[in-house]
């Protein structure tokens, strides 16, 4: 199993990224993914989740209204696009696959790709 995240980077307060997750060795469309972020002496936030379909979607209050997850199965990528980002949004963001989505429960993760919002 391997997930590579891209598209993070240095953004303003207000801006938008969209970050991609790259996975490969397991069949993509048979599970549910999730975007997961981690601040600075902080614990891992789970930002927003995916059904292995592409119809159900969980989204962090924090990020609500903000945030959107989705997914191409045919390519197997995962997107999470970031809009009118906050100081509090930086953090490094991570692919992960889930194992149980009620539990919030994980098994592989990526790198991640960094997020970094200043002005």
């Known amino acids: 199993v391997q997930l590579v995240e891209s598209g993070g980077g240095q953004v303003q307060p207000g801006g938008s990224l969209r970050l991609s997750c790259a996975a490969s060795g397991f069949t993509f469309s048979d599970y549910d993914m999730s975007w997961v972020r981690q601040a600075p002496r902080k614990g891992p936030e789970w930002v927003s989740a995916?059904?292995?379909?592409?119809?159900?979607?969980y989204t962090a209050d924090s990020v609500k209204d903000r945030f959107t997850i989705s997914r191409d199965n045919d390519k197997n990528l995962l997107y999470l696009q970031m809009n009118s980002l906050t100081h509090n949004d930086t953090a490094r963001y991570f692919c992960?696959?889930?194992?149980?989505?009620?539990?919030?429960?994980?098994?592989?993760w990526g790198l991640g790709t960094q997020v970094i919002v200043s002005s």
């Open positions: 995916i059904n292995a379909g592409g119809g159900r979607t």
């Open positions: 992960a696959r889930v194992t149980k989505w009620e539990a919030g429960q994980t098994d592989y």
